[in-house]
Every structure is written in C-alpha cells, then in structure tokens.
C-alpha cells in the first residue's frame, strides 16, 4: 500500500500515523506481527529521516518535495515516510533471508553512489535512497557499512567546489539524517553504541567544514551561512583585532556567540576565520543521558585548517541559546496586604541546576528576599538575602554557589522593604536551568567553568563559560641564577633598594608580637591540658573510666554550671558524680575535657548515661557535641554522640538528658568521620588557623605553631623569588588586570610551585613538634603520717554516712543481690544491719568459685572499706555508742567481716590474675629533648630563606622587588586558604571514605592519676593496697 493510501485510511478511521518510532514501539509491534502468524508486515509512520530533515532551510516548512538537479520532483517518489517490516520470529530462516536480502540492497547502494561519485545528481539520490533503505529495515545495517556511507559522503564534500547551492544542502541533510537515525536506532551487536556515533559524528563535522567555504548565502566579513532542518552553519573570516566583542551566529535566531573584549592571544595571526555550529536537536543524546533541551552549538576558531586553542581566557564567552519549544512556567499571583511575608518554596534535585526566581510587583517598591534550606526563613535564621529591584527586573538567580550545591526544599520568603503594601501584588514565577559544554575527553556534559546569565529566559539560556586549562607546555620553572660571588656588591645596594628588607622586617616584628602572645596563651592553657582525678570517687573503687567530653563550638556553649553524670551499665550503675575540677575551669567553649571516674566494680557493656547540670553561674546553658568513654581495663570504648542543648532557655530547654552508645554504623557514617576529622583538622593540621585555638591536648604548642608559620612565610618568600621572572611563555595570557598592575598565568604557575614545595619543610618540622613526648610533672602529695591520721577524731554521723555509702555503692549492681538502704542510718543501732548487708555481699562472693572481673574488683572494695570502717571504729570507741555491748558487738562483727573480706579477695586476685588485660603502649613518641632538633631545624631554614630572599630582593631591584611581592601575596593566598584547607579535606575524606573511627587520645596522665588513685585509697585505708597492676 502507498504511503498516501495508508495516511488516507488512517485519517478516515478517525486517527493518524505514527510520527516518531522508538524502540518500545517497534518492539511492540515486532510482536504484534508474531501474535498474528504471519511473515512479515508493514508498518507505516508519518515522515522518514528524508521527511524530517528534507524541510526548506528558509522557513523551516515541509516541502514534501526533494530538490535535485535544481528541479522539484513529488514526494512519493522517495516514500517521505517510514515502513518498517517486521519479520515474524518463530520463522528464523526468513527472517535471515529479509536480513541478507537488506544487506544485498545496502551494499548495491553503496557501490552505486561509489562508482557515481562524479554525478552529483545520481550520487545524492543513491545517499537518499539509503536513509530510505534505514528506516524501512527492522534492523540496520552494521557500523562499517554506516562509515562506508559517511566517507563517500566526505568525498563527495570534498570537492564542494563543483556542487550547486541546493545539493550542498541536501549533503548536509543526509548527514542530519545519519544522526537521526543513530540517536534513535535500538540497542543491537556487540560494539560500543558510544563509540560508534562518536566516529559518525567526527564525519558529519569534518562534512560540514569542507562544504562551509563554498555553500550558503553570503554576508559581511565573508559570512557564509548554511541552513538546513538540522543544523546552521555560520563561518566568516575577521581581523583579530575585529573580533572583539563580534557576534557569531544570529542574534534574530537567538543562539549566537558573543566573544569576549580581550582577545590577546589572536593578535599573532593575521587572519581568523570563526565557524558556528547550531543544531537544532542534541547530537549527543545516545552518549549521555543529561536531558539537554533546545539548541546545542559550537564554535571553533581556525587560522587556516588549523583549530586556535580558546582557552586561558580572562574574560569569558557570552553564549545565547534558543529553546524554542520551552513551556512557559506558570506564574502564581499573591496579594500583599498589612505586610503580611509571602513564602515559596521550591525542589531542588540537581546541584548544578540554577534556580531563577521572577517576584514582580504591580508597584515600584523593594522586595526583600530571604532564603534557607529546609524550613522557612526569618529574620535571624536564613543563608542568603537579597534586595529585588526594577533594576534587576525582580529577578533572582539562586546559583549552586549560592545554595552550597544542596539539593533538596528551599524556601524563600519575601517581605516589602517599605510599608506601602496596600493593593499590591506579587506575580511569582520559577524555573531551573543550568549551561554545560560538551566534554570530549569524558565524552559527557559537564558545568564546569561554566555559569547562567542574568538574562536568561524560558525560551533563551544565557551562558557564561570559561574553560581554563591548569596545564602548560612546561609546568616547573627553573630557578633564577645568581652570581654568589658578588654578595657583597648585592648587599651594598640595601639604600636603594629597601623594599624586601622593610617587607622583612614587617614579618618579624609581627612575629615576635605573635609569639610574646603566643607563650602567654601556652602558660594559660597548660593548666587547662589537665587530666582530672574526680573528687569525688570513692576512694576504695579501683575500676576505672576515662571520660573524654567535648563542647560544642556553636555561641554560647560553655557552661558555667556544675555538670553531673551516672553510668550505666549492663552490670550495674555508677553514683552520681560531679565533674569538677578545683585547679582549672571546665567545659569552656570548643574545649575537650577528661576526668578519670572510679567504680567499684565492672558496669559491663554501657547501655546509656544520664547527663545533668544545676543551671546555676552566669551563663549555664551548656552544648554538648559528644561524650568518649574508655573502660581503662579492657580498652573498650563507647561514643555517645549527643549534639544537643542542656539548657532550660535553648534547643527544648532540657537540662537533664539521657544518651544512648552510638552504633557502628553511625560511627562508621561517612559524615560522622568526615566532620570530625575536617574539625580536628582545621583546628590541628591547617598550621595557620590552628595558632588562635589548637587542640587543648595537643603537644604541639603556640608558640611553635607560630614559629613554624614564620618559617613557612620565610621558606615560601626564598622560594618564590627565586622563580621570579624566570624565562617563561611571553605569550602567557594576563588573568587578572587591574590599571597598570597584571597578573599573568606564569605568576600563577609561580604560586603553585612555591606551594608546593612547602609540603616537606612543612611535613617535617611539623611532625617533629607534633611527636615530641611530653613532660608531665607529676603533683606533690601531701605526706601525711600514720600517727597524725589516727589522731584525727571521728564523729558517729560521719561513720554512719560512710557506712551506707558502702551499702548502697554495692547495691548497684544486681550481681551482689542485695538491696539498698530502706533509709539513712539514723544512730549506731543501725549499724548491725548495715552490716548484715555487707555480710550477704561477701557470702555471695564465697559461693563464686569462677572468678570474673566484677567479683575482682568488688572484693577488692568490700576490703578495703572494711579496712577504713574498722580504723575509723577503733578511733570512735566505746564512748560513741549507747553502750559498750553495742560497740563490742559491732567491733566483732567488723573483724569477722574484715577477715573474711581479705580471704575472699585473695581468692578471687589468684583466679584472676592470669586474666588482666595488660595495657597497650602508647604511640611512638620522640625524646622531649628532640625539641631542640625541631628548633635547630626551623631557625636553620629560616634564615637561609631569609638570606637567599634579601640577596635576590638585592638583585632584582626596587621596581622588579614591588612586582615579586604582588606574587608572593598570591602564593600565600594559596597556602593558606587553598593548600592547606585541601589537605585537611583530602585527609577527612580519606579517613571517611576508609570507614575508620577517630582514635581514642592515649596519654600518660593516665599512668599519674593511677598513682595519685593508689595514693589516696592507701591513705584512706592505713594499709598498702598493692592493686597498681590491676588497673
């Protein structure tokens, strides 16, 4: 049936052909053919590749004629349509034969439009009949047979010289309908489809270059402009210096090039000649699967046959692109009364995206916008805030800077910056888009150097786009030469050229000014690095915890309120417990602080702790970012990540919290690791930023840090000023220009190398501060003797008040199966009792005869409380009970507990004692005397940088001397706020990436406050406890 027929059938039924045939369809009919039984069928679509592309490249309408030898000749002769026959597939062997027979066709095409090479007419109506052959196949032919057609086709482009107008149009038509057909066919064979429309697509370009010099219409400057369906091709030859600021394309159109004002890197030749590509669909929709709507260009700049690398520009291309298609975004209208705030929001997906927001008012007033992620703005809480005005049109772009690439809902809410809001409204209108270039080398679509334009449009993109490349013909300089045997004729010159010696010494004096404060805060800090003993452990309770608690950073996080804090474990809790300490303040601001807490016995695994303060002091709101707690026996570690107010006027004004461990995958989460890392990081590794506030614990102190900078600014000034103008480039493009004053590319190239070869100087002193072992002076004991101790009279209250305490410590745990105290101990009849609870603990650690580390260490405290209680008995005497039966009854019962006490806990020590987990060294610390080395290093570095910085300053002169210090600005610029922060980053994200937990702080303060522990509890109980190796 003819195409006409089949349309004509269509229409009468009501309906209309097929215009587009992608894959699901023709699958599905595929398997129409199959369910009905037969061989083959066809099937008829709207308009073939010929259809789409054969369109008058005037007025962009179909013809549905065909041009050839300068005549029309009718449509149906080229079967302007596509007829696909689908060959049934449970007939495998005429599916084979239609498959050979296309092939056969394919092939006698190809031959024909070979051998009629020199007869254009004959030759274009072969290329035609092949796009007919494509469309009306199933299956296409194979990749080589598709380049065999594009090289004749680039043959037949080759002598453009000889073909007319009309037929250089339909060559290029035919290649528009390769393209087609490549974005659009299925997925078949065994290559790679990406590579495969890459080769077509290396052919359809270099078709278009060699017919643009000869084909099209003719305007200024040589312009020659070829139009077809798929794509316009502008090429015109200019002077350089004509140029600047020239349009390439055709602003009437609206997809057109706008080249920047400094072109300098033309000047060299004499002729330019610029070539535009605008096609009107994607071509490169089968390599990527970014949704590009509207025109796709390109534009080259050639100096014969030879591409003008465009890059290292200092001002970038202005760049139009037409969407014609575009729908236009609905507009929401809002009526504004008694200044009332409008709030809109809107998703975003894609952190590239630009989102630009139209607010526009039927009055000429200011809007004041503000915006914040994830909940609506106000007045103190919002990122960004913006002024719209008539100026801008109230038009908003809220660029991927802008947003910090989030994706997700933002909010924008907006106000009137005056008070005249009666009868206004407000028409608010949203639309995202983003510019991208095609990158070649990664054959993807990439933002990168690119940004949108103020005026874009729904229907128009403005881009922005500069691609710079960081990479030169020779990246490494060599070093300026100088004749070291004339250093005292340099020198000799310091009355003329005072520029680097006034530099210098600016340097130095703001050093020492830095380091007299830098010592000041190091002997203010050092009573802060502090461990801390708790007041308030028992003294007979020998398991051990450290705590390691961190304050938050946010305003006003430090508290000055008394912080208390329980334990709790599987096997029991902890007493409540004050974290104080009398020698230096706590939970400041940004500060970590560890405190040794006491038990007496394991709690088991913990399950939770119970946080608190008395909201008492000044200011006793408190932060708490985190909470580390380390069993010092066996070396577990819990993490309690808590990021939360105690406060009873911030967050949900709780002072009182209770927080659960952190699991490992929370601890393992890539932004746990990351933002503790990047925090630790800035505040110890990035060497500038960690002088005003390093890590409280850390070895590495102020005023070696400041030192260090010094040496660094020292070492980066020897450095860059001997790469000072050293022969590079003369061509190299200018950056940035400001008057007189330029900023070159060689510069920059400059910075980087100083930069980068700070990293072993600054990886070398550093470490070797950071490695140094401390000195930690142990504190002065009071000694007190045994005979002053016993003279020291007890009271009656104060032994009862011990007692219970004993009581109820025990019965934390249920392992001891007791029960606490139904009330407090009221008089010395109270006692028995007491006691009587004690003796049911020590009879349960009798009936153990497996011994564990609860029943160790809660033996060990039975003991030597009992051995406190009976001191402090001996001292009461008889004289504090209401009779001397009472005081001989309970002195016996203290004996007879006490001895059974030291059995039982002698039993258990020889059970266990095999099983003590031994503590783990500490890392590999240098002698503290290598802190001489570090010194020795950094002042022999710094003043070889600074005799190698004045020798060259000397040299080059005042005028070269002023240039050298804008570029050393650069390359301090890049150290501090580029190389550095980088290296913090890369580190976070290498341990995030890796999964691996902040390690737990080692320190030997541990080994102090074990001693200043065993000094206490034997001063306590009058007796050598000899327990230090079983903490």
């Known amino acids: 049936m003819p195409w006409t027929k089949a349309n004509g059938a269509c229409e009468k039924r009501g309906g209309r052909l097929l215009r587009a045939l992608s894959c699901p369809i023709r699958d599905a009919l595929q398997d129409m053919t199959v369910a009905r039984g037969r061989r083959s069928e066809a099937w008829w679509v709207g308009k073939s590749l010929m259809g789409r592309y054969e369109e008058n490249p005037l007025n962009g309408e179909s013809t549905g004629k065909k041009v050839l030898r300068g005549r029309e000749e009718e449509a149906p002769d080229l079967k302007p349509s596509i007829q696909l026959q689908s060959a049934n597939n449970t007939r495998q062997r005429s599916a084979h034969r239609a498959k050979r027979d296309t092939y056969n066709e394919i092939d006698n095409i190809l031959s024909t439009m070979s051998s ?70 299925c997925k078949q064979g065994s290559g790679d489809p990406v590579q495969e429309y890459g080769d077509i697509f290396s052919l359809v370009l270099k078709i278009h270059g060699a017919v643009t010099p000869t084909g099209g219409s003719s305007g200024p400057n040589n312009e020659v402009v070829i139009s ?12 350089p210096e004509k140029l600047k600021n020239q349009v390439i394309g055709s602003e009437m159109e609206g997809t057109y090039f706008k080249l920047p004002s400094s072109l300098g890197f033309l000047d060299k030749y004499a002729s330019v000649t610029a070539e535009m590509y605008s096609f009107k669909e994607n071509p490169f929709k089968t390599d990527s699967d970014e949704p590009i709507s509207g025109t796709v260009s390109g534009l080259e700049l050639k100096n014969g046959s030879a591409e003008i690398s465009a890059s290292n520009l200092a001002e970038s291309f202005e760049i139009y692109l037409s969407r014609p298609n575009a729908s236009i975004p609905p507009t929401t209208e809002m ?95 949203i639309f995202t888009t983003k510019c991208m270039f095609w990158d070649k080398d990664n054959a993807t679509w990439s933002t990168y150097g690119c940004s949108v334009g103020p005026n874009t449009k ?75 003993l708790l007041e308030d452990n028992h003294p007979c309770a020998n398991y051990n915890y450290i705590l390691h608690i961190q304050t938050g950073y946010r305003s006003g996080a430090g508290t000055s309120a008394t912080v208390s804090i329980v334990l709790q474990g599987k096997d029991g809790e902890s007493e409540a417990h004050h974290l104080t300490d009398p020698d230096k303040p706590v939970f400041e601001r940004g500060g970590v602080d560890m405190f040794m807490l006491s038990t007496p016995f394991c709690l088991g695994e913990l399950q939770g702790i119970r946080l608190w303060h008395d909201n008492a002091g000044g200011h006793p709101a408190w932060y708490l970012n985190k909470v580390t707690i380390q069993d010092l026996q066996t070396r577990k570690v819990w993490h309690f990540l808590c990021y939360n107010w105690l406060s009873s006027k911030k967050g949900d004004e709780l002072i009182k919290r209770t927080f659960t461990p952190a699991k490992k995958n929370e601890l393992a989460s890539f932004s746990n690791i990351f933002q503790t890392r990047t925090s630790s990081g800035f505040r110890d590794e990035h060497i500038w930023v960690s002088i005003v506030d390093p890590p409280r614990r850390s ?41 007189p004053l330029e900023i070159t590319w060689a510069e920059v190239i400059i910075g980087v190398e100083s930069g980068l070869l700070m990293f072993p100087i600054n990886i070398l002193i550093i470490t070797i501060f950071r490695s140094i072992r401390p000195r930690l002076q142990p504190p002065k004991a009071p000694q007190i003797g045994t005979q002053n101790q016993k003279a020291v009279a007890v009271a009656m209250p104060t032994f009862l008040k011990e007692t219970e305490d ?30 009587d609870i004690i003796h049911v603990v020590i009879h349960v650690m009798q009936g153990e005869t497996e011994s564990d580390c609860h029943w160790v260490h809660c033996s060990h405290f039975v003991l030597y409380s009992l051995a406190h209680l009976s001191e402090s008995l001996e001292r009461l005497g008889a004289g504090a009970f209401s009779c001397p039966e ?124 074990l001693k200043e522990q065993q000094r206490r509890r034997e001063q306590y109980t009058g007796r050598e406890t000899g327990l230090q190796g079983m903490n």
């Not at 009581?807 to 007791?818: A, C, G, R, T, Y």
Request: net charge positive; proline share 4%; aromatic share 10%.
């Open 886 to 1009: 009472e005081y001989q009854c309970v002195r016996s019962m203290m004996g007879l507990l006490l001895k059974k006490a030291e059995m039982v806990a002698m039993f258990h020590t020889t059970q266990r004692s095999v099983l003590v987990v031994h503590r783990r060294k500490s890392s590999c610390w240098l002698p503290w005397w290598f802190v001489f080395v570090g010194w020795f290093l950094l002042f022999s570095i710094s003043g070889v940088s600074t005799f190698f910085t004045l020798l060259y300053g000397f040299v080059y002169g005042k005028e070269m001397s002023i240039q050298w210090v804008i570029s050393l600005g650069l390359s301090l610029f890049q150290s501090i706020f580029v190389l550095q922060p980088l290296k913090v980053i890369a580190v976070a994200i290498f341990f995030a990436l890796i999964m691996r937990p902040v390690a737990v702080e080692e320190s030997e303060e541990v080994e102090i406050l």
């Open 458 to 532: 729904p229907n128009l993109t403005q881009c922005f786009c500069n691609h710079l490349t960081f990479f030169g013909s020779s990246f490494f300089v060599a070093p300026n030469y100088i004749d070291l045997s004339r250093i005292n004729e340099y020198f000799g010159t310091v009355s003329e050229n005072y520029v680097v010696v006034v530099l210098l010494s600016c340097f130095f004096g703001l050093y020492i000014l830095t380091l007299l404060w830098a010592c000041y805060a190091d002997r203010r800090a050092l009573r802060k690095r502090k461990m801390t």
């Open 335 to 429: 009526n504004v009364d008694n200044a009332i705030a409008i709030i809109t929001s809107f998703n975003v997906t894609d952190p590239d995206t630009t989102v630009i927001l139209t607010m526009k008012p039927n009055k000429g007033v200011i809007l004041r916008l503000l915006l914040a992620h994830g909940s609506s703005p106000n007045d103190t809480t919002y990122k960004e805030e913006a002024f719209l005005t008539s100026r801008d049109n109230y038009r908003w772009l809220v660029t991927p800077e802008l947003r910090g690439r989030i994706n997700g809902t933002w909010f924008v809410n907006a106000s009137l910056n005056s008070s005249s809001s009666k009868g206004l409204q407000v028409a608010i209108t």
């Open 699 to 739: 070895p590495f102190t102020r005023a070696q840090r400041v030192s260090c900078c010094m040496s660094l600014l020292l070492c980066t000034m020897a450095i860059n000023i001997m790469f000072w103008k050293a022969p590079v480039d003369e061509t190299s493009p200018v950056i940035v220009q400001i008057g």
């Open 228 to 239: 077809t369906p798929t794509v316009t091709i502008y090429t015109s030859s200019h002077k």
């Open 116 to 185: 009629k090479l020199g007869m254009y007419d004959a030759f274009l109506e072969a290329a035609v009949n092949f796009l007919d052959t494509l469309e009306t196949t199933a299956e296409g032919p194979p990749h080589s047979k598709m380049m065999q057609y594009m090289e004749l086709l680039l043959n037949a482009a080759g002598k453009s010289s000889q073909l007319e107008d009309n037929q250089i149009k339909l060559l290029i038509s035919c290649t528009g309908g390769i393209l087609s057909h490549m974005a659009s066919r």
């Open 806 to 835: 004993v009581v109820n410590m025990l019965s934390k745990s249920p392992k001891n199966q007791i029960k606490p105290l139904a009330g407090r101990l009221q008089s010395s009849a109270d006692l028995s009792a007491a006691l």
